[in-house]
């Protein structure tokens, strides 16, 4: 057994592990103290039940997948950034084979874990968001009458990240139609 300083996310990264070989169906508190070398009474001591643990393990693993700070910014506007984004995401949900795709927040049966789960989930996609934001408002490329008639810049932005998360769920190979679109309304 591992010292009781076992902190939350060596215990999320334990969790990871179980989700790469075995799918989240194989995230359990005894598996994951297992994994993690802690006794499980150490595990209740961070996520009181198995539901606050598979929402706290299912945004950790989002945030694994789109990780920010390793993406390159390497393409030129708008349109370029979301495509650079989705084939980033792509490739390292390439390690969660067993990752359920269409898993949403329904993992728990309700109280104060689902509140939780929910508020993590809203602060991650609050950094992707952010992230293609400040992509947007980089691109000099954008027409001046792009936005109006019912667009603006942030229903935009939800749209495009909307549409990009949906993609990766349904294990779409690429994201070329969401680019055409982007394009057409910016460009």
């Known amino acids: 057994m591992?010292?009781?300083?076992?902190?939350?996310?060596?215990?999320?990264?334990s969790a990871r592990r179980i989700v790469q070989q075995k799918g989240l169906a194989g995230v359990g508190m005894r598996s994951?103290?297992?994994e993690a070398g802690i006794?499980?009474?150490?595990?209740?001591?961070?996520?009181?039940?198995?539901?606050?643990?598979?929402?706290?393990?299912t945004a950790d693993i989002w945030s694994d997948i789109f990780d920010l700070d390793s993406l390159r910014r390497e393409g030129d506007g708008f349109a370029a950034a979301t495509e650079e984004l989705f084939c980033h995401a792509s490739r390292r949900m390439q390690a969660y084979p067993?990752?359920?795709?269409l898993?949403?927040?329904?993992?728990?049966?309700?109280g104060d874990p689902a509140?939780?789960?929910a508020a993590r989930m809203h602060a991650f996609l609050g950094k992707v968001e952010r992230h293609l934001w400040q992509a947007l408002q980089k691109?000099?490329?954008?027409?001046?009458?792009?936005?109006?008639?019912?667009?603006?810049?942030?229903?935009?932005?939800a749209?495009?990240?909307?549409?990009?998360l949906l993609l990766l769920m349904l294990g779409s190979r690429d994201c070329s139609v969401l680019v055409a679109v982007i394009e057409r309304v910016l460009y």
């Open 39 to 57: 006794a499980a009474g150490t595990l209740y001591h961070y996520f009181p039940d198995k539901d606050a643990l598979l929402l706290a393990v």
């Open 139 to 157: 691109d000099a490329h954008v027409r001046s009458d792009a936005f109006g008639n019912g667009v603006d810049e942030q229903g935009f932005v």
């Open 115 to 117: 509140k939780e789960g």
């Open 159 to 164: 749209f495009v990240l909307d549409h990009l």
């Open 98 to 101: 067993g990752f359920p795709a």
């Open 32 to 34: 994951v103290a297992a």
């Open 103 to 110: 898993h949403g927040l329904a993992l728990s049966s309700g």
């Open 2 to 13: 591992k010292p009781a300083a076992t902190s939350r996310e060596e215990i999320l990264a």
